[in-house]
């Protein structure tokens, strides 16, 4: 995935679109995430505003993904959105992108959606550091839902840094992930809008919740120098943060 991409080729409904046609969403939500994905354009537009890098690829995927953990096997915890490196091609092109549920975006609010587009951007920003600098073949398993909302939130840049220049985004991102995505009226209104419903649901095993991307694909992966630099520039902030410097507010 480059740092500067070319204005996106595909519909990110594209797959929204397919499931309405084929009966497996109702035209009153499908409607709903149609016209409500203003939000996300809006969203998206915000996040390279105050970043001043380009988004990475995204979709909507027209289902609500649940994680299950087999030592809390009463508890289920929703992934609203995930950012995932995928590798296509004949040459085993890497790229990353962020993957959108069909349920925030008809039933989220534009602070919420806008938080998570934004912290998923983060993640994307961290796992293209990662890569570029060769460090991952696999990350870390989690065996909790606990310990998977820990992890999430302890690896990412510093969003003081990487969206300095809107203070509102920022309130938005901390006030929604203390330690882990927390809106219980958005949770609430996925769970019987959408799951009760019997509307698309894919349900995925906490702990494989991973990424495993091969070494040759990693050698592929074209980063700008831009990035590069602003990422160099986000990562001195958080060493600071770590050593108690606190100027970067």
Known sequence: MTGVRKKMSFDPLYKVHEAASAGKIPPKIYLEIVERFELVKEGVKRVEDASGLKYPYYYVEPSMIVSTSAAEFSQFGIFFARTIPVVSGED???????????????????????AILAHEFMHYL???????KMRIVSDEL????FEGKYADSGRLLEERAVFKSDPTLIRHITTRFPEGFRDMKLEDKAIKMWMDKGLPTTRVPI?????????????RLQVDQAVRDKLAEYESVKLRKRKGDHAYY
């Open 92 to 114: 085993s092109l890497l790229r990353v992108v962020v993957q959108l549920t069909a349920p925030l975006v008809a039933f989220g609010l534009k602070g919420t959606v806008h």
């Open 126 to 132: 961290e796992l293209v550091s990662r890569i570029a």
């Open 142 to 145: 989690s065996g909790t839902l």
């Open 207 to 219: 702990d494989a919740n991973v990424i495993k991307i091969p070494i040759e694909a990693m050698a």
